[in-house]
């Protein structure tokens, strides 16, 4: 789940300058640190709604301890197997809230469309992948699964995929080292070898690439949900190194719109209030950036009564922000009076340490654009300024003449840090995944070349049709003369591929 | 302006049915009835906000006075030329809500990018049309202009501009006839041949294609508005047919945007207000299509109290609108209940008389979608139901048992019937066709093809910060730093092409 | 229908300083100007939506004309009782929205709560009164009328009153003779004496205490329901000098929110388009004054995209406007930034010659407030300044450097001059009025003194349930067990007294 | 901080009851159970956002327990006086947005109102109780403190009152019997006797009455912010037992309209994404009772896009809610279809088992009304029923048929039990109660009888304009010209008392 508003900017990952760091194979034994870090969004920290366990846990690595679940198996690694019950009931909960998985599983119960699909995926593993691995088992495939973020793991669920069966390789606080063994351990198996993957980063593409390239052979596609895998695709197809078709689900409407205008609408908020349980009435509040992300924010603070600010770089957004009732600003002119400030840019040194510098007493900073780069951080480890942590995620950092300003999650992204993320926004990505893997397994010889594909607009449609229950919706359908009128198929798609929504 | 969602259907326009009829050159004596009926667009009813002194005119039609202007030119024809003080007047205010046109003004006074351009124009011809013609005349440009709609004209604006020295041949209340003599003088001239054309529904287009294909040698390129004149533009290019290059300005962002999403977010209470006089608080409504049209009416509906309903075909749109706060039903489930139905699908046949037959008493049925086949009118029209015309754009039908609906507009646009546009919504269409006329009579040899071309995003980035100052609103400048981050160039284009707004 | 936000000054309105105008009474004959100046309600221009006749009215006045209804009698005065027709569609549509009203009417089938009663009532004469003035014919009363302001009549529902047997003298456009003539007409009659006093602005009270005083024997009480007359029945009562019961409708739960905060959200919206077609999105906008009309006109703009500022004298409505998402400012830090001023107030001199110095090019300005000092207009009428009427309603004064700013209907009410009362408010309005009336016929000796009242809370609540069925709005009934609980009758009233909603 | 809107019924309480368990003295020693019950809302659970070393907290009672302070004093009793240097931190925070009691401070250094002011509180102890007692210890007084709720106690703030000298006796957990002991703790002192009453809840002042009763021949007033406090000082005043004059803050405009329009406006949201991590947007929601909270609920909830149905009991609300936007409905009639059901009501037995059987699988149920009868949570403590806790304040309760419903806080107020109630909120509450306490004290003889008063509105605006500037916000003033024509001291109050704001 990463945010972008269209003005990310990932150049700065190369994946030529990192070829040689990927000779030096991790051992099993050695576990010294790999020299190549590993991607950012794989260390991003991460928050998770429910984790009842971790402090009680003890400390041994997952990696040396001799575990089996109940059926015997032990061809998984997790923290603790025992926590397989708690597991289980977040994913029961989960499941309620993913009714378009549930219908595939119904569906399935005739057609297996991913019978003989062999799995490999990397990504975050919460109760809501779970229920994405058991949807895709339930369409006949066989998965193998890592974390794509070494923070993000809940091991009670990993626990109760491990004990129905699956192999996962995933826990909290994994090392880098750990990471790199987890995901090699998904696919350097004896007897099996993948013909699917599903990533969410680029980090287990990127491994195969580097270590199995023959593995490619019988790879059918790679379906990528992130900003930065899809933008390593784009790289290596440009380079005219990517060997099979993959697919870009992150920049389906559904998701965009979902992850981004609709998710933020809602996590601003929630974010805002579990770290420093402000008033949100009459404060002044600037958002840098009026894209998805932006919106979103700029339309929640409104709405509970905040003064909202914006800017923009970009004419045509600014415009939007001036016709939604927003003042657009240059950051200067607003810095010394705001109350919070906002990155939603892509960008890099948005708000700057003369920014910070400028800003008043009990100030709020925070970041919900895409990397931890927007708000110059680094320039506040300076010795004059005093750190004091007064809550998890939340930093006061003082100046000299005692002014403080809070700064959350130390400039990271705030969403993923400081609130949690409905289930019915990565019901809707689980499911794109879902349907993107069926497309591309099943797909004729030809459809698909060596290249990066945008979902078919009509599997868009799909997902979103597959959610429509949720809020008893119920479509209109077009009648023969109408759509004879309209030049549609009655079925779909509905719109010409620029039509922005 | 026209509306457009995406769903639009012009499919029933076909230049080849119409070959024919053109053959039939209109004479200038015989002003016998063509039997080609001029496109739908060109007969909309048009309601216009100052309109001083039409009561007491007199009705001598303009084809037969003999006007001279105050320079002794007769080369227009208007209904009267001794009303062009009162049109200056209603310029001089338009230009007041046009400052990107006044920006081009002043740029002008250096470059004459149009020097040497000689255009025909068929439009509106209202206020903020004569701001545009004086400005292109200012850039350098000779213009000839007629009226795209036979009801549109502002007469005291058509004077003014014949006062000034523009060869305008328009009034309101054209006849068919008429129509196309109006044209005709506009391009068929000794001395003078166009080189570029701007048109609005592609009647103007069409008439020199039929009548004078020999012109398209000199011109440089095809500026039009509207939906379906870019239909059949498009048309024309698939059938191989379009021999010049056109530039669809219809399809911009900031056009799209302003002309639906946000002009519709004002119009639709302006209208609503105008003839009914009635609350909004509290209404229940159903808003069928949840397109740009139909986020505007719901979003402004919904903010003034209303209860709003949503019908939608395409399963993405629908999600949006529950997203967004708004019930997703079918017609039929809340037909009985409604007290406003409002249309916005560009569809035909939305409501059917079996819809109309169900209403409750005092239904309120309008249409702001893009045809008058939203609302299947003529099953009305039998002899049980009784039509009482009660105001201006306002009947009562009037069912055996004593219930009525009003309908407004008789079920044609009612934004454009029963309110006005903002200056400001005009202001950005005219300046993006002024920049598409400057880009293709500027355009190096190449560039562009006989082919239908989108507006450059830059140049929509430029028409949306052209009218920046009017909320002096402040752009935020990328460092070289944050433009090499991000890869982009300083000034833009700041977005791929595919981005969504 | 008048606006009040609490903070209304008609302190200048002195009935001491009156009484020897009053002396000198009109004679039907002279018809020479009496020196009192009638109260300034009853001047303010007034627009009405639908007036199809007036335009073709011959001169002559209707105290010089011999008119007969169909049923012979001529005790009325209209325009023309040739309208009649004319005015019962316009009726028949009101009765539509004012379905309180006929509810009442129907109850009447069985008891005529108001028969006997005389009532004498001096308001504006619209479709909306002529339903209440039908509604309490048929609840058993008998009523004649005349027009609480020279310029709110519309003459054909005037016509069609006296044509069904009301004895009704009023017409658009009475001089202040004609106006205190009408009144006499309405009291002044062999074998007929009011016993009810239905008042809008106190100036038939006015007349009855200065020429009739005797008449209070047998009048049991009086309805009032301008902001106006009630200052000056408190004023009269705190004298010692009111000699019947009367009732405060004025501030009754249901007509302050209506009529102020319900309606000013609509209205402001209406009036702004309906004389300049602005565009609201982006624009900047201050209003002067947080009460229940400030609050209404905020709420709509910042719903349709404008940044309001707000300007406020009381901490605590300024604290509201703080939570409620405006910031709050002394007019002087934002005159020079805004497109818009709005003052509602109650306040006089608000807006001052200095600060519409000081305004922006093109800055519109306009009333919402009490009365027509809020913004000072007389400090405009100075040599330098040019006045141009660029349309009804609206002035453009240009200062000498081309500064031109656009005052809306002379710095009176906005919305009574430039836009609708939905009816559904004056329904309101006219429901509390018939309710009142029976209250005071009805009640038993003793209830009511010689003293000001405000409507029993329970018959607040009445008014408001009869109006629940036009929203189809389904109340829930109190168990016995919860009515226990919360110490209430299960019919109300459910609130103290002091409750603010 | 409780919530009211209005339809509050504690007629239940009954002091005449109560008597004769209050013959029981509770001894030092003995600590059985008082056979009385504390009233409910001292039983209350209740979160706190901060409290991060009670986990580790050994066992041991406080009341066993000998603690000194630095200074050497032991006239204190909390859970462990080495957490002051925590709580210290917790206040400074708190410090920085409360700045009216900081500006309160600021003038202390002048004048001390409550010089020889001897204050005994029973209160909630949290970081903003910490700074009110701090100014009131700045401003002249004296202070002894209990708690007024057995949970709510944050044990660091109540060490640093202790460590910096306040005479404390308060922590979390407390039993019937301490929360007894520590009120006796507080009153029951050698060399000091109280001369001001700061109470939430009644239960100080009840204590008092029944085992000191001759203190109040030294005390000056009663200070009292609940409602329940308020409706038992009513009773007394009635019974014409309140032997001192007493202030009722509770009702005074910027509480009500603060702890409940505005700070249920955003706590509902906080309360429900802690513990469910829903997504607002398409939700169907039902509030029931659409007082203060109701609206504050039903506003928060449309502007993050859920669909909202309400239901009422008194009509001028109902109809309210119907302009507002909001379908108003019998509960009945949406009970299957809702996803989640908020009461506001302050009534009981609002939802019902029946009701509860209806709801659709995954409903989530919460109150935000007065007490905790409003849902009958009682009535799902039957044997068929499954009742899972899955997280801290929730739990799934399950059907026989596999139904879940979602019940939160287990029906106890949502936003005291699951979000925190924000500084900004409390500060108004705190400022109003300390000027409340000076007003009383210093009030000349005979300006306050035996009796309940509201706040004057005087003080009532000052609080509010001790509030702006955190929102820096400029208020207006009134000029000498616009005072007298408006009959208002400058200075305020600047509304009659029956102003609804």
Redesign the interface.
């Known amino acids: 789940m990463e945010n972008w508003d269209?003005?990310e900017?990932t150049?700065?990952i190369q994946f030529a300058d990192q070829k040689q760091e990927f000779n030096k194979r991790p051992t099993k034994i050695g576990r010294r640190s790999l020299s190549r870090s590993i991607s950012q969004s794989s260390t991003d920290s991460y928050s998770s709604?429910?984790s009842y366990t971790d402090s009680s846990d003890d400390e041994t690595s997952p990696r040396d301890k001799q575990q089996k679940n109940s059926k015997g198996s032990s061809d998984f690694c997790v923290k603790n197997i025992k926590q397989a019950e708690f597991g289980r009931?977040e994913i029961e909960?989960a499941e309620?809230?993913m009714p378009a998985l549930m219908a595939l599983r119904k569906r399935a119960q005739g057609e297996k469309p991913l019978a003989g699909a062999k799995i490999v995926g990397c990504t975050h593993i919460t109760a809501q992948t779970a229920v994405l691995m058991e949807t895709l088992g339930a369409l006949g495939a066989q998965c193998r699964w890592a974390a794509c973020n070494i923070y993000s793991t809940l091991n009670e669920v990993a626990a109760a995929l491990a004990e129905s069966g699956f192999p996962v390789f995933a826990w909290k606080g994994e090392s880098e080292d750990d990471f790199w063994w987890c995901i090699d351990r998904c696919v350097n198996v004896e007897g099996w070898q993948p013909n699917m993957i599903l990533d969410d980063g680029g980090d287990l593409t990127h491994w195969i690439y580097k270590k199995y390239p023959n593995m490619f052979k019988k790879i059918k596609g790679i379906v990528e949900e992130s900003v930065t895998g899809v933008h390593r695709l784009y790289q290596l197809s440009k380079a005219g190194k990517l060997c099979v078709p993959a697919m870009n689900v992150n920049?389906s409407?559904?998701k965009?719109?979902?992850d981004n205008l609709?998710c933020c609408?809602?996590s601003i908020?929630?974010g805002l209030?579990?770290t420093t349980?402000?008033?949100?009435?009459?404060k002044?509040v600037v958002v840098c950036g009026y894209g998805e992300v932006g919106k979103g924010c700029c339309a929640?603070l409104?709405?509970?009564?905040?003064?909202v600010y914006v800017?923009?770089?970009?004419?045509?957004?600014?415009?939007?922000?001036?016709?939604?009732?927003?003042?657009?600003?240059?950051?200067n002119?607003v810095i010394r009076?705001v109350d919070i400030v906002i990155t939603c840019t892509?960008?890099?040194?948005?708000v700057t340490r003369e920014h910070l510098d400028r800003m008043k007493?009990?100030c709020i900073v925070c970041n919900m654009g895409h990397s931890n780069t927007e708000i110059d951080v680094a320039s506040l480890r300076t010795p004059e300024l005093t750190w004091e942590r007064?809550?998890s995620q939340v930093d006061h950092v003082i100046w000299p003449d005692g002014k403080?300003i809070v700064l959350l999650a130390e400039g990271r992204l705030l969403n993923l840090s400081c609130?949690?993320?409905?289930?019915?926004?990565l019901s809707i990505t689980a499911t794109t995944q879902a349907l993107a893997l069926i497309e591309l397994y099943n797909a004729p010889e030809g459809r698909y070349k060596q290249d990066v594909y945008l979902l078919p607009k009509k599997m868009?449609?799909?997902v979103?049709?597959l959610?429509?229950p949720?809020?008893?919706?119920?479509?209109?359908?077009?009648?023969d003369?109408?759509a004879k009128?309209?030049?549609?198929n009655k079925n779909?798609p509905?719109?010409?591929?620029?039509?922005?929504?």
Do not use: W
């Open positions: 269209g003005k900017g150049s700065q709604a429910a009931r909960i309620q809230e920049d409407v559904t965009q719109k979902f609709y609408r809602e908020l929630d209030k579990r349980d402000m008033m949100f009435g009459g002044q929640a409104k709405a509970m009564g905040s003064i800017t923009e770089i970009d004419p045509i957004c600014a415009l939007q922000a001036c016709m939604d009732g927003f003042r657009l600003v240059k950051l002119e009076q892509g960008n890099k040194n948005v007493n009990s007064v809550r403080r609130s949690t993320v409905p289930t019915f926004v868009d449609e799909y979103a049709s959610h429509l949720t809020f008893d919706a119920h479509l209109t359908e077009l009648t003369e109408q009128y309209l030049g549609l779909g509905f719109k010409p591929n620029y039509y922005r929504y």
